[in-house]
């Protein structure tokens, strides 16, 4: 039984008049329990995401392909409308003199 479960039916035993020492023990193993489970998931190291195995080549070939794309005048604009999806923003940071074109992807 779920912990908050098995809490809730401890909690109405004693309302319905089981005396409190018959229940305590086995709520405090509960709570010790639900503690130490919540430091595990707090503890837990974050999980990697998974990458496709072949991801680099997919990349490529998609960068290939937008490539191609933009050197065809029947394809650029299109292409154009796709690059602009990849960008929400685009911010220009003076660096030593000169400015330095930062893009920024959507999510990031």
Do not use: W
């Not at 509960?30 to 990697?48: G, I, K, Q």
């Amino acid at each position: 039984m779920h912990f908050k479960a098995r809490q809730k039916v401890l909690v109405q035993a004693l309302a319905d008049g089981v005396p409190a020492r018959t229940v305590k023990d086995e709520m405090i193993t509960l709570e010790a329990r639900e503690d130490e489970l919540n430091a595990l998931l707090t503890s837990r190291p974050a999980a990697e995401p998974s990458l496709h195995p072949n991801l680099a080549t997919i990349y490529r070939d998609k960068v290939a392909a937008l490539h191609e794309a933009l050197a065809d005048p029947a394809t650029k604009d299109e292409a154009f409308n796709i690059i602009r999806t990849l960008i929400d923003e685009v911010r220009l940071v003076p660096e030593n003199g000169e400015l330095r074109v930062v893009t920024c992807s959507p999510g990031m």
